[in-house]
């Protein structure tokens, strides 16, 4: 399909009309230059374009058809680049025109769906590390490690717990079939206040059962942590996870301890066993439970012979109880904790036996008894 160049501005023109009226193909004999469109036959359907250039065809005609929209998309792009346009002879070959097109098409389309792709997946990483703990304000330095296209890269990243900090640098990937980047795992390192020793710990990203980063501190604590997990079958489970600080599998880490709800510990039912003040309203009640889910030491009200004493407390499934600290975060023995419980129950019992005393007494003034009272001193045994 050629056109002289003196006619391109004419077929551009005629293109557009034909564009405008409805029209999609224009069919046409390509042994004889484009002229004016306007005078081709047009339909606005590939099938009838089809048609026509079956009918027309015979042992020496041969009929072609073209998309209108392409082709006048084409030619527009070859005013803004004339290195697009095949110029011989003062005829231009639009069908080399279209290819070129077409190719830059397919790189602009291809540049944009990557361009969509990695914003998903910047996105995606953002939220991943939002959600495993870490904050916001990661997207900048996502997008520029992004943009290196290294098939692996790191950021660092420093928390305060209290008095101690927590040092943690965030591995990602690339995948080899893909320009997609995971986010795989991140090194987490403890600094205790006045020591000099640290403490080094590797969390892997799973699906839906992250370590988070203050989960990752409390198990580095040595407290334990209540996650949903996944097993080779993938079937989900519930199941307390602690670090077994005394073992250490082949990459230096330590091995995990799991306490799953066949082991039967019950964490309220442990709670309930202490004179706990939240534990009398639902609501502070769940609060507390998820706190210590997640590892968290938690400050209670015990309440003591009248007197409310504040202490904390942590979850302690291997042992299927809770550990109690006192204000000072000083650990009470088991004993402390039930010599308290014990005077919590007796005073109990004395508030319970005395107003069973009144109530059998049923004094109604001046040292006089009831008639029945007297009624029942009177009756014979």
Known sequence: ????????????????????????????DPAFPL???????????????????????????????????????????????????????????????????YHIESETNKHKN?????????????????????????????????ATGDKEFKIDHSAKFGNDTVDATLNFSKSKQSDMYFFNSYNASLQKE?????LEQTFYINRGSNITFKEAYNLMEGRAVHKELQNKAEEKYNSWVQLDFKHSDENGNFRIKKFSENYGYDMEAALSKHPIKELQRDDFKDSLMDSLK????????????????????EANPQFKTVNVY??????????????????????????????????????????ATSEKAKKTRGQKV
Request: aromatic share 10%.
């Open 1 to 28: 399909m050629k056109i002289a160049v003196e006619d391109y501005n004419t077929v551009l023109e005629g293109l557009a009309e034909l564009h405008t009226e409805g029209y999609a193909y224009i069919a046409f």
């Open 35 to 101: 002229t004016d469109v306007r005078e081709l036959n047009a339909f606005d359907n590939s099938y009838d374009a089809v048609e026509y250039c079956h009918e027309m065809r015979t042992d020496v005609d041969f009929f072609e058809y073209e998309s209108i929209w392409p082709l006048y998309r084409a030619m527009e792009k070859g005013l803004e680049d004339s290195n697009l346009l095949d110029v011989k002879d003062g005829m231009i070959d639009l069908s080399v025109l279209l290819k070129a097109y």
């Open 114 to 146: 990557n361009m969509d792709m990695n914003q998903k997946n910047l996105d995606y990483l953002t939220d991943q590390i939002k959600y495993t703990g870490f904050g916001e304000g990661f997207a900048d330095v996502l997008k520029e490690k992004v």
């Open 194 to 198: 006045g020591s000099a020793e640290k």
């Open 294 to 313: 997640k590892g968290n030491v938690q400050l209670v009200t015990f309440q003591v012979d009248g007197k409310e004493q504040k202490h904390y407390v």
């Open 326 to 367: 006192d204000s000072d975060m000083q650990r009470l023995g088991s004993r402390e904790a039930r010599a308290q419980n014990q005077s919590q129950g007796e005073s109990q019992d004395n508030k319970k036996a005395n107003k069973a005393e009144v109530k059998d007494a049923e004094v109604v003034g001046d040292g």
